[in-house]
């Protein structure tokens, strides 16, 4: 199936780049920019399940196809926490800065500092069809933010696959290795079977 246009049910920003990177040649369209005002609460225990959510929300409110993901910061060390709660770990929604503080606060002087990104992406269908796929990346926590690139957490992971940190990365060599990137690549393969 060749998707041609994509409505995103997010209106991050960074999200919305590094999807339009990945997905060259279909033109990428936030939601909210084709009159989408809803914001479901992510009730759902896994990334999986508040993907689904926040996609099938936006699909019954356009009668559209839309596309959602779920992603975070799972840290072994801290029994796979920040998890679902990555974007809201020190409280506030979205407060990047806030919650790479208490990552590194939680972190102090922990010698176990494997993580892993994981992104679940769910396109539904007015029509009540889910696909779904997932992706993940492995690292380690970094002691200290490292570069000016990426958000959320990037600055202070360290990718494993490539021996740098995503802070300190292009977004060319991030979206190579991203877990969003995994995640998109197999939903792409999940369609094109279709």
Request: hydrophobic residues 35%; contains cysteine.
């Amino acid at each position: 199936m060749k998707t041609e246009k994509l409505i995103v049910a997010t209106g991050n920003a960074h999200k919305l780049k590094e999807i339009r990177e990945i997905f060259g040649g279909t033109e990428v369209i936030s939601a909210y920019d084709v009159g989408y005002t809803g914001d479901p609460e992510e009730t759902g225990k896994t990334f999986a399940e508040n993907a689904v959510i926040k996609a099938k929300a936006a699909a019954d409110a356009l009668g559209l196809p839309a596309l959602a993901d779920d992603s975070g910061l799972c840290v072994d060390a801290l029994s796979g926490a920040p998890g679902i709660y990555s974007a809201r770990y020190a409280g506030g929604h979205g407060d990047d800065k806030a919650n790479r503080a208490k990552l590194l606060e939680n972190m102090r002087g922990v010698k176990n500092r494997n993580a892993r990104f994981v992104c679940s992406v769910a396109l539904c269908f007015p029509d009540g069809k889910i696909v779904c796929a997932e992706g993940e990346t492995s690292g380690k926590i970094l002691e200290e933010e490292r570069g000016n690139g990426g958000f959320g957490y990037d600055p202070l992971f360290y990718s494993d696959d490539l021996k740098k940190g995503f802070g300190e990365a292009s977004a060319e060599e991030k979206n190579s290795v991203s877990h969003r990137s995994r995640a998109l690549e197999a939903l792409k393969k999940a369609l094109a079977e279709m």
